[in-house]
């Protein structure tokens, strides 16, 4: 089919068609890439040489990790056609869960991790029968389930608190430092470049997730559910399964994003991680996911969390601090790529007819 | 023959059921009968004075009429665009956040607490309703001709609407101090009923006008039904779904006018949050599909109250404001778990065998 395809833009020989032939993954991800490198070298020469250290760079990393883990959570569901917007819900869920489970009752670390996974994975578990084998609209069920769980963090404290948990506290300040990427400070001191253990843990999320959609049968499956449930299921593939995986291990990444978000801030509040669901979607489009499904690279979406927080570093940094310029940003943006993507498939749909 | 008048009963029930209506008068008659046992004084209506001396009724089922009016304008729109679209705009809360804050500005000018209005309170509503037209328009453009999802066109304004509407007024909190504000969100002089409850019957009205005399709840219906057949049978599809997003921009403004009469202020991040979930949730009450076709106007309105009544139940129970989501994304998910066609068709079959054993032993 692209062979076919390709023949048929190769008489037109300019530009746009030539990029067109290419699959649509590979595309959206060039955009992407592209975009945050015109991006960053943009703040670089108009912001001045703060972006040209390292740790400017690992500092977006580390503030970005549970965003990371959740968005590539997200673009597995987009990539199967669903989508989960209870993500933020369940990271505040999770960070009040632990914070409660480590301070009041004397938890060890251990344990809040696996109640961490725990949530992410019973809201994975119901949300996805529901929407897989009950048939009921992704956005609805998962809306109700970011209700519940913004709710339910409020039923187990209202009250915001700092996690005084030594153990805790000592893993939260665990600095892995990065080799050969140090630099000097004012006063000619060497400072290592460093990263928080979030920032591992969502390398490693991303290299197994990209490892899993690429090279596992499993992982093929979701691209064809998301493609076409149609022909997919003629195949022989289990949609139905298909589609409550997706739901499990977004809510899992959930959990684990939830927990990596509790890491960086240590403290447990109902207002944790809002906007968290949104940021997450954004960075999936941004990264080259289709909203309809069957098209997405999750290298992408970490270029897609890397583009945001760059824009959003770019626009305090220029001085437009208040809050409100953030949410503007991130919409516009998405609203770009939204109707970047829109095009896509307008053109697409014409070169097939 | 005597066997079918015994079920006549019967038979009258399941008409019942069937009908649309049924599903949020089922809802309501349980709540009420909930709070007649927990504690009869909730229907209690009392007839006191404000501090203004005007006659004013006051109780639970009055605070109902009240804050379940806002809702109620806002469900006549989400009916039209679940109906059109097949999905929902979850952007009405923030569009409530501009529209509100549209109006300050222009009744505050420049300075953020005037002695006396700026402009007539009509002018202010006025260009609310054109921004928040705009805002559906902004919307409906995105989902009818850039065909994407309705919920996640919507979420860009869901994210940048209260950042839009806290730029509107440079994050200043105006203040209006006259009291001809307040009669929008508070009582008329002299009349007991709160006002929203007249400006939800103002919506309903126009809207009921509007579907009688025109086709407007017909072509949405087919286009929600089947958009292809729709277009073949000369309907412009894309329009008409534009045209409920900008319909539904319409009623947020007059939603968002009675929501900033109540306080005479605004608070950005507080005002209306969460009302998206109210509102898709009076459309599901009132039994339409949420993934478009066919509505039930009458039924969604009904709806909207009996949210309203499930709202001031729980915060009678002294359940924090905060914590009432959780306990509304239950009744969601019940409500749409029992409209899914797997659960009807496997409860159908269960009834069937049910009854025709009962059949077989008599």
Known sequence: MGKSKQANDMPKKNLLSRLSGMSDTNLLLTITIVVFFVMYIGAIVFQGKGFLKPQAFFNILNANAALIIASCGMSLVMITGGIDISVGGVAALVSMCCAVYLDYHDGNVLGAVLIALAIGLAFGIVQGYLVAYLGIQPFIVTLAGMFFARGMTTIVNTNPFNVANPAFVALKETRVVVPGMGSYNKAGNYVNAYVEIGVVVAIIVVIAMFCILRWTKQGRYFYAVGGNAQSALMLGINVK??????????????????????????????SHASGMEMNA?????????????GVGNIIGTFFGVLSLSTIQNIVSSAGLDQAWWTGITIAAMLCLFLVVQSIIMARKDKSKK | MEAKKQFSIGLFFKKMVKQQVFIPLAALLILALFNLIMDPSFFKITLGYNSVGDPVLS????TILDYGSELAILAIGMTLVTAASGGQDISVGATIAIGGSVILRVLCGRNSRPDELQAPIIVAFLVACVVCMLFGAFNGA????FKIQPMVATLILFTAGRSIAAWINNN???????PSFAVFGGFIPGIPIPTPFFIALACVIVIALILRFTNLGLYTQAVGINESSSRLNGLNPQFIKFLTFVILGLFVAVASL????????????VIAKDIEMDAILAVALGGNALGGGKFNMWASILGAYVIQFLTTTLYK????????????????????????????????????????????VA
């Open chain 2, 317 to 360: 129970f002294n359940v924090q404001s905060d914590a009432l989501p959780a306990y509304k994304a239950i009744v969601v998910i019940m409500l749409v778990v029992s409209s899914a066609p797997v659960v009807r068709e496997r409860t159908a079959y269960y009834w069937k065998k049910l009854t025709s054993k009962k059949q077989e």
């Open chain 2, 142 to 145: 995105l989902v009818a001709y």
């Open chain 2, 258 to 269: 009675i929501k900033v009469s109540r306080l005479s202020s605004i608070n950005y991040s």
């Open chain 1, 241 to 270: 399964m298909t589609r409550f995986l997706s739901h499990l291990g977004c809510g899992l990444l959930a959990g684990v994003g939830g927990f990596a978000y509790f890491l960086h801030v240590g403290s447990g509040s109902a």
């Open chain 2, 172 to 178: 200043e909190l105006p203040i209006v101090s006259d």
């Open chain 1, 281 to 293: 979607i954004a960075s999936s489009i941004i990264g080259g996911t289709m909203l309809t499904g």
């Open chain 2, 59 to 62: 109780g639970y089922l009055m």
